[in-house]
């Protein structure tokens, strides 16, 4: 096309055969007459021949007006369609991502990483559910659920599912900061008996990582124990009575790191493990899930690194 046609000269054109009135036109346009007469000769200089004719007092189309009339408006129409769709794009609400979340995840990385996804204005809703890890796989094979943040399950949980590790970390006993055991750098791990310890239950992925480290330090039995997914509930009851809390290493860390909870001097590398996504195997992530999934990775380093 010749460089010299612009798109105002379309429009111009079009509202003036339109109005059959360069007055009219400028009306519609919101400009002035002398700017609608002047586009209107640019245009029909480009062109090389007259596009409107004088008709009495008024103007008409002349016959090379109504060839390009056509063609003119079909070009705006299409340029018109093209924004509409745009904006039907932006405004559209895309397919939501289903997240189950555990602890560990929700108290690190995953508040940092669904902010970044909302701002990237996918279209999409967010929805985060949180439990036990069983039953989170079991929404995700159900299609409950898209996606698992958390640790890796035992292989029988794992079939048709599957598995991106992220990093790696371990179990950890917390207390309240003023806790009687945090002014004695050296005691027996056999004294948790005498108080009462907050623990993963059954269903937990982490729970025989916990129960295996207790059986290999003496421990056989807890006389006094809560099981608890509940992190509210932990930090409550941390702060009322002078319990130990069994939890993974990243649940804890943001208390740990503003002084409210101690970390018990105790080496628990054994317990480590991968945390990491698990989704369905049999199905290919949605556009939205596959931005999550990015933004996801995008920010775990960041808050290892921090916790």
């Known amino acids: 096309m010749d460089s010299r046609i612009k798109f105002r000269h ?22 002035t007459q002398p700017a609608v007469t002047r586009t209107i000769r640019e245009l029909e200089d480009a062109l090389g021949v007259d596009l409107f004719e004088k008709d009495g007092r008024g103007i008409r189309i002349s016959r090379f007006g109504e060839v390009f009339l056509r063609h003119a408006g079909e070009s705006v129409a299409a340029v018109q369609r093209g924004v509409d769709s745009i904006s039907l794009a932006r ?5 939501p991502v289903r997240i189950g979340a555990l602890p560990t995840a929700s108290a690190t990385f995953l508040p940092d990483a669904v902010h970044a996804f909302l701002e990237a204005d996918t279209g999409s809703s967010v929805t ?4 036990e890890n069983r039953v989170l796989l079991d929404a995700l094979r159900l299609g409950d659920l898209d996606l698992v943040v958390g640790r890796l399950a035992a292989p029988e949980r794992m079939t048709g599912l599957h598995f991106e590790p992220l990093y790696t970390e371990e179990v950890c006993f917390v207390v309240r900061a003023d806790h009687p055991l945090t002014a004695r750098p050296h005691f027996s791990l056999t004294e948790l008996v005498h108080y009462t310890v ?4 059954s269903g937990a992925v982490i729970r025989p990582l916990v129960d295996r480290f207790l059986l290999t330090n003496g421990i056989a ?10 992190d509210s509930f932990a930090r409550a009851f941390l702060d009322r009575f002078d319990a130990v809390w069994i939890i993974s290493r990243g649940v804890a860390s943001p208390d740990i790191a503003a002084g409210r909870l101690a970390r018990l001097d105790i080496d628990t590398s054994e317990t480590r493990g991968a945390v990491g996504l698990t989704k369905r195997a ?23 690194d921090r916790f």
């Open 282 to 304: 049999d199905r290919d992530p949605s556009l939205a899930l596959s931005i999550m999934i990015t933004t996801i990775r995008d920010h775990v380093r960041s808050a290892v």
């Open 91 to 95: 405004k559209s609400i895309g397919p």
């Open 10 to 31: 379309l429009q111009t054109f079009i509202e003036v055969a339109r109005q059959k009135s360069v007055g009219r036109a400028a009306g519609v346009l919101a400009i």
């Open 221 to 230: 039995d807890l006389p006094q124990s809560v099981e608890t997914v509940s």
């Open 128 to 131: 985060i559910v949180s439990g």
């Open 198 to 201: 907050l623990i993963p239950p």
